[in-house]
């Protein structure tokens, strides 16, 4: 398809005003299905061009920053496809959550301002009908800019035009939050732009290091050209702290349980599977790839820095008794596999890093699906308060249970297969090189993997075994609109785990081209 990649791009983004109107004038279930079809759309041309090979477009732009293109090929089509199969997905669960969101809002508008409410309940129906419909508006042409900037990140050609994408996702992003997020909600949005953004500014001046000194920020000519070491170094150390922020690992994670916390929960289903990993396609496709000597001084200490955030990540999840922040440093841990897999510097250990990616989304998109299913339906985040849930809701509990399987690595979940690439890359380094600390980080990652079967195990007999409190008596299932997504991810998570030559075959192929094997 001729302009394919350029078409998924920009045209939720050329769209989104519709999306808005249509909310604003209609209500938010047109909206809703304009914004499922748009991105429906994306989705199979994303996936179309996947499955025809390497695909790659070049626009003419400015002679400062150079040529302006997108590039899918075995890197960048599992994240591109995983970013817009959980965006399409998502959609649909928006609906029911976000109304229920916007009513609460409502009220606690009233609240605050009672001379504004009407007198009678008709009046007030109908102030409440309009207030869905504007916000529904705003939150889909929100949603759909997001899921552009996420994509346009992982195709990008050029420095400048990676910075752009990368700062066009944080901005809707702190929309998202600050608008319809929980507690503080503009505080917590302000410090997801802070953050963020700090990290955005230290990758552009790595970036700057490297387009100035060999005179282009296309891709193309940094891979053939000869950059100083003293430059290369210090760009790269920028690269990956840059990168640490929107990985949210350890150090530079600061951010993200509150922002996860806080966000509406199909954006966090958003937020932590598919945006944070974009830090890790960074790393794979900036140092990795474009400096390969600097990466193999540095893959130890990613390796080193991988396990410190997977088992800080797991101890402080096992700790929480809030669903969303529990799945908050189950992300934080599981940011840390990918960063453990890259610093394994081994085809393998590259290419479950990769997969770890995929099964994260799948596995953890469910389970915060989860979690906004409780939170509407039973009106609590507290796992304390929870128990029994399983006879209430079984579709809910089925779903939970696989998401949980796939993010612990056991097998038929997708899972499994990552975290045994992983695992078995790290090893085989450790043992070509001799090295007693990378065998001392193994059999420490694999304490890890414990802890994560810890915290994951714990939270599912909390919230569906065990007696029914009787203030849950009467909870029902969620809507389909909300069951259904997880369903698809879950059968999903199943199939790539019986078949991962899905993405495993491509990834294995850029993997092994980019470390020369």
């Known amino acids: ?162 910075y752009i994408f990368f700062e066009v996702m944080l901005i809707p992003g702190f929309f998202l939050v600050a608008l319809w997020g929980d507690g503080p909600r503009r505080k917590i949005g302000l410090m997801f732009l802070f953050w963020t953004h700090a990290g955005a500014v230290v990758l552009l001046l790595g970036f700057l290091m490297i387009g100035l000194t060999i005179g282009s920020f296309d891709f193309a000519d940094i891979r053939e050209s000869e950059i100083p070491q003293d430059v290369v170094l210090i760009s790269a150390i920028a690269i990956a702290v840059g990168l640490g922020v929107k990985l949210a690992v350890f150090m530079f994670h600061i951010w993200l349980p509150y922002v996860h916390g806080s966000a509406p929960t199909p954006i966090s289903a958003l937020l932590s599977p598919a945006m944070i990993g974009i830090g890790a396609y960074g790393i794979f496709r900036l140092i990795v790839e474009f400096l390969p000597a600097t990466f193999s001084e540095l893959s130890i200490w990613f390796h080193v820095w991988g396990l410190v955030t997977m088992i800080y990540g797991g101890a402080m999840a096992l700790m929480q008794d809030d669903i969303k922040r529990l799945l908050a440093y189950s992300s934080i841990s599981q940011m840390g596999y990918l960063l453990f897999g890259i610093g394994s510097a081994s085809t393998m250990g590259l290419a479950g890093a990769e997969m770890m990616y995929i099964t994260h989304g799948l596995g953890k998109g469910i389970l915060f699906m989860m979690a906004g299913i409780i939170i509407v339906k039973v009106g609590t985040r507290s796992i304390s308060k929870l128990g029994g849930l399983a006879g209430k809701m079984p579709i809910t509990a089925v779903c939970a249970v696989i998401g949980a399987l796939t993010i612990m690595g056991v097998p038929p979940t997708s899972g499994f297969m990552g975290e045994w ?55 029902k299932e969620g809507s389909w609109y909300m069951t259904a997504p997880m369903m698809v991810l879950a059968g999903f998570t199943i199939v790539l785990g019986i078949y991962p030559d899905i993405f495993l075959k491509g990834i294995m192929g850029y993997m092994s081209g980019v470390l020369g094997v």
Request: aromatic letters at 14%; charged letters at 10%; hydrophobic letters at 50%.
């Open 421 to 475: 690439i992983l695992f078995y890359g790290a090893l085989e380094t450790a043992i070509a090189e001799g090295s007693t600390l990378r065998a001392v980080t193994f059999g420490l990652g694999l304490v890890a993997t414990a802890l994560t079967m810890s915290y994951m195990l714990w939270m599912l007999k909390r919230i569906f075994f065990g007696k029914t409190p009787e203030h849950l008596e009467n909870v």
């Open 1 to 162: 398809m001729e302009y394919a990649l350029l078409q998924a791009v920009f045209l939720p983004l050329l769209l989104s005003p519709i999306a808005y109107i249509l909310g604003r004038k209609v209500g938010p279930t047109p909206a809703m299905w304009f914004t499922f079809a748009i991105l429906l759309y994306t989705t199979i041309i994303v996936i179309n061009a996947a499955l025809s090979g390497t695909v790659e477009e070049h626009y003419p732009w400015t002679e400062q920053f150079g040529e302006f293109g997108f590039l899918l090929d075995g890197l960048a089509s599992p994240f591109a496809i995983i970013i817009y199969v959980l965006s399409t997905i998502l959609v649909l669960y928006s609906k029911p959550y976000m109304i229920h969101k916007f009513h609460e809002q409502f009220e606690e508008e009233q609240k605050e301002n009672p001379s504004s409410s009407g007198s009678s309940s008709v009046v007030e129906s109908s102030a409440l009908s309009n207030y869905v419909n504007a916000k529904s508006g705003l939150y889909f042409a929100l949603y759909l800019v997001f899921a552009m900037g996420m994509l346009g990140t992982v195709l990008a050609t050029n420095l400048i035009e990676f």
